[in-house]
């Protein structure tokens, strides 16, 4: 059975960081395209980042040059690098396993880790 | 940036069929997903590739999708369909990954 499971959330000051990790299990991490998404209190989805199988890197315009998304294929981790972190960027983020054309593998989500960012 | 569009909410009688649109420019050329999310639960994907239906959904839920308007069709409404449904699609001009801001399915 595949499971997601996020961690590294926590309240902090503006400018500051926080390294969210998610952690794969049932399933090869590297091997598939993986997100981050977010979602502010009350508010809708927000894609924030992704990395494929092939390890191409996509950012949201928001959090471009401030976040950095990455993997540990030994650990089967997926990782975000938060920088610079702004009131805004308060949110639960989820991790994703994305779902797969060719086959038509479906997705995966984590329940998410709370970020709050605040002075 | 592309930007798909939803209507806030959408209110359907128990038994009725509640249509769901998601408008983008051109939307008909990308592959849309949808996602139903329950309060307090992660979002749930009901529709893929347009309207694939992944394994546990009812087949009450379908989806399609051409031209501006991609649409989410729920059959024989039930209580437990209430929820928040949210559109998606990978543009690639920008590859970016795009959520509609989402529909409140609300049943009577």
């Known amino acids: 059975e595949v499971q997601l499971v996020e961690s590294g959330g926590g309240l902090v000051r503006p400018g500051g960081s926080l390294r969210l990790s998610c952690a794969g299990s049932?399933?090869?991490?590297?091997?598939?395209?993986m997100s981050w998404v977010r979602q502010a209190p009350g508010k809708g989805l927000e894609w924030v980042s992704s990395?494929?199988?092939?390890?191409?890197?996509y950012y949201a315009d928001s959090v471009k040059g401030r976040f950095t998304i990455s993997r540990d294929n030994g650990k089967n981790l997926l990782h975000l690098q938060m920088d610079s972190l702004r009131a805004e960027d308060t949110a639960l983020y989820y991790c994703?396993?994305?779902?797969?054309?060719?086959?038509?593998?479906?997705?995966?989500w984590g329940q998410g880790t709370l970020v709050s960012v605040s002075s | 940036s592309y930007v798909l569009t939803q209507p806030p909410s959408v209110s359907v009688a128990p038994g009725k069929t509640a249509r769901i649109t998601c408008g983008g420019n051109?939307?008909?050329?990308?592959?849309v997903h949808w996602y139903q999310q329950k309060p307090g639960q992660a979002p749930v994907l009901v529709i893929y590739?347009?309207?694939d239906r992944p394994s546990g959904i009812p087949q009450r839920f379908s989806g399609s999708n051409s031209g501006n308007t991609a649409t989410l069709t729920i059959s024989r409404v039930e209580d437990g369909d209430e929820a928040d449904y949210y559109c998606?699609?990978?543009?690639?001009?920008?590859?970016?990954?795009?959520f509609g801001g989402g529909t409140k399915l609300t049943v009577l």
């Open positions: 990395i494929s199988s092939s390890s191409h890197i």
């Open positions: 049932g399933f090869t991490l590297s091997t598939y395209s």
């Open positions: 998606q699609v990978w543009d690639s001009s920008t590859d970016h990954r795009v």
């Open positions: 590739y347009d309207s």
């Open positions: 051109n939307i008909g050329g990308k592959s």
């Open positions: 994703a396993k994305d779902p797969v054309a060719s086959t038509r593998e479906r997705d995966s």
